[in-house]
Structure formats: structure tokens, C-alpha cells
């Protein structure tokens, strides 16, 4: 255990790329002490997340320690129910020591064979995001020639994995390198891809997926949106997961799709917060496990080592570094 708790603040907006020294402060103090219905948790894995980008606008109070998706060890528990040593997952992230209240704590449930990280990846936000997008909002089926923006990360990856697994046709991507797309193709499902960068956006889906899709999960919008549009079929759908095109260019102009479009081809497009899907949570273990534990499942993590990362690993993720999840791992751990 560190002798002091380190926390990271937010001292200022971004408006367009943050950056550590002008938007970060690294901030050292007593590691607290937990009051009645409270637990102290060291804290060893964290998990950085586009939306944190999208909170830095505003959500987040500044020179305040900030939220997100961890996993620690309970150090001392004032709490029932809560037990020195557990494992426990909380939303008080971005600092080494976290007092956290009873309610907002869960006991993590361990799997034999599957690797605690994997309660920030493919079993936690992203891979719910990835399965509530599928079989909540595309309904998704067998057969059906899908299209996912942002392939080789954490929620491309887990929706390229996942749909391989329950049946789809053809899996296309899109990523920001050559090196990702070939990821993406060797490990996370896909048949085919294209690096967004290298040229028009609409040519080089029509190159890998030259009959057209009938599913497009986004993760980005922009360009990759207007192009799959073109690219859906009859009774296509969109599922709009996130729009990390525009998180760092706010000016940017918005890009335009042909809006007849959607009623020409019947096209449906429906977005969703995986906050709303919790309830799915026990149905994404059942379904994952398995293939976790046979293999036919297997983990995309990018792991930074270290708490003192934490800021470089956040802005190396929105900066496209990462494969898979982009996760930071405790020295310790
Ligand atoms: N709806 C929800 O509840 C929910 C939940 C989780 C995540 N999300 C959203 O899902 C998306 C993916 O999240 P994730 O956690 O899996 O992150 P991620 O894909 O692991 O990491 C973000 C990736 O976005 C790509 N990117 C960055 N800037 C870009 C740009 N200007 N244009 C195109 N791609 C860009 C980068 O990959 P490249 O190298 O390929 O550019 C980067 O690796 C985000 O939009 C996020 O906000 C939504």
C-alpha cells in the first residue's frame, strides 16, 4: 500500500484536444480514512473511457477527483456485507484510494479461468455495450452483413467478437491504421476492413463491402455515418453508440447523409446509454463465460501500467493508441 493516496483533478475545459499539463493535475493526499457505512478500496485496476472526454466539457467539477469504472481491494469495510480483501468494482475512479459509500459498491463476481481485468472489458461497460447494442437495439440476425466504426477498440472489438459468435455474415470495420484494421481481422472477428484515414470514407466501405450491410453499429458518426447509410439495405438499421468523431473538434462541420434514405430503404436508427441497460448485466455473463472459458472468446486490452499513466493512457485512448480496452492496471497488481 502507497503511503500517500494520489487523485487526479480537472483544473480546466478543453475546448478541442486536452492535454496532461494545461487540463490534468496529479494531487497527493492522506490516504483517507472510511467513515460508518463506508468502505476504503485501494484501487487496482481503472478503466478511462471516451465519455470521460464528454464529461470534461462540463459534467466534471473541477479540482475535484474525478468519476470512472474501477476495480480495487477493500482495505478497511464499515460497512455489512463488505469484507477486508474482497474485490470490489465502484465509479469512484482516477485515485489510488476511493471511500466509497456501501450502495455504490459491488461485489465483483469471480469467474475461474477469466482474468479480473476482464470486469473492465468484455464482461463490464464495454462489452455490455457492445452485447445491449446487438441483441437490444439491432436485434441483431442470423445472417445479417454488419458494418462497426472504431472495429479494433474496446466496444469494436467486443461487437465484432460477439457477433461472430451469435451468427452474423459478412463483419466489416473500419479503424484508424492499417495495423488496427489487421488486428481487428485476426483477432476480433472481422472478415474484412478499412483504415477510415487512408481515403474517401464511402469508397472504401463499398470496397469491403461491395453488396452493401444491413447493420451499422457506429461508434464514431460523422463521415463513417453518411457513408453507411448509403451502404444499408433495405431494412437496415443503425445502432448510434458514440460519436468520439466530434468529441475533440467541436467546430468541426457536422456531415450530411441523404435523408430520403431512410424512408426509401425503411432504415431505422436508435441510440442508447448502456447505463439504462444494467438489468442485461447477468444475461452478458451467461453469454460470455462460456466462450471465455473455451476460448472462443477471447480479451483485447490494452493495459498501461501504473496509476501515475493514468492521464497519458485517457489521452492515448482518444488519440486512437489503444487496441481493445484501454485499461490501467495498479503497480502493485
Ligand atoms: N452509448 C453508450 O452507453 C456507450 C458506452 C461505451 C462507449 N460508448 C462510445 O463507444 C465509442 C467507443 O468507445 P470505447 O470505449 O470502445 O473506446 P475505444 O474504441 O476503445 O477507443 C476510442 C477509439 O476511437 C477512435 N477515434 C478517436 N478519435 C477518432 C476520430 N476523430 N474519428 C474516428 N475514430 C476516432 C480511436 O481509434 P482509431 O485508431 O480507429 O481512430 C480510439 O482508439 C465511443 O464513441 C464511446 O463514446 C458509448
Known amino acids: 500500500m502507497t503511503e500517500n493516496a494520489l487523485t487526479v483533478h480537472q483544473i480546466a475545459r478543453p475546448h478541442g484536444f486536452p492535454t496532461a499539463a494545461d487540463h490534468f ?8 480514512a472510511p467513515a460508518p457505512g463506508t468502505v476504503l478500496v485501494e484501487n487496482l485496476y481503472w478503466s478511462v ?14 479540482d475535484a477527483p474525478l468519476e470512472g469504472r474501477t476495480l480495487g481491494r477493500v482495505l478497511a469495510s ?13 465509479r469512484h475512479g482516477w485515485r489510488t484510494h476511493s471511500v466509497v459509500p456501501a450502495a455504490e459498491l459491488r461485489t465483483v463476481p469471480r469467474f475461474e479461468g477469466v482474468p479480473l481485468s476482464a470486469h473492465l472489458s468484455v464482461l463490464g461497460g464495454t462489452g455490455l455495450t457492445a452485447y445491449v447494442g446487438l441483441t437490444r437495439i439491432a436485434r441483431l440476425r442470423e445472417g445479417d452483413d454488419v458494418f462497426v466504426s472504431a472495429a479494433a477498440g474496446g466496444v469494436g472489438t467486443a461487437t465484432g467478437r460477439f457477433a461472430r459468435l451469435m451468427g452474423a455474415g459478412r463483419i466489416v470495420g473500419s479503424a484508424g491504421s492499417a495495423a488496427k484494421v489487421a488486428y481487428a481481422v485476426e483477432n476480433a472477428g472481422y472478415d474484412a476492413g478499412f483504415d477510415y484515414r487512408a481515403g474517401p470514407v464511402a469508397a472504401s466501405l463499398a ?9 451499422f453499429v457506429d461508434n464514431v458518426g460523422g463521415e463513417q455515418l453518411a457513408a453507411a447509410i448509403g451502404a ?7 445502432v448510434r ?9 467541436p467546430d ?3 456531415p450530411l447523409f441523404d435523408h430520403a434514405d431512410i424512408v426509401e430503404k425503411s432504415l431505422r436508427m436508435e441510440g442508447f446509454l448502456v447505463r439504462n441497460y444494467r438489468d442485461v448485466q447477468e444475461e452478458l455473463y451467461e453469454f460470455a463465460v462460456p466462450h471465455l472459458r473455451s476460448g472462443r472468446l477471447g480479451l483485447d486490452e490494452t493495459v498501461v501500467n501504473g496509476f501515475g499513466s493514468i492521464v497519458e493512457a485517457f489521452l492515448g485512448m482518444l488519440r486512437g493508441e489503444n487496441v481493445g480496452k484501454i ?3 495498479g503497480a502493485d497488481v
Do not use: C, K
Open 25 to 32: 493535475r496529479l494531487v497527493e493526499s492522506p490516504v483517507p
Open 207 to 215: 470496397e469491403v463491402a461491395p453488396d452493401g450491410i444491413d447493420l
Open 241 to 249: 453508440i458514440g460519436t468520439i468523431g466530434q468529441y475533440n473538434t
Open 327 to 329: 485499461i490501467v492496471r
Open 49 to 62: 473511457d471516451p465519455y470521460h472526454r464528454e464529461m470534461m466539457d462540463g459534467d466534471f467539477a473541477l
Open 232 to 238: 444499408l439495405r433495405e431494412h437496415g438499421r443503425v
Open 78 to 90: 464499515r460497512a455489512p456485507g463488505f469484507s477486508e480483501g474482497e474485490i470490489v468494482f465502484h
Open 252 to 254: 468541426a462541420p457536422v
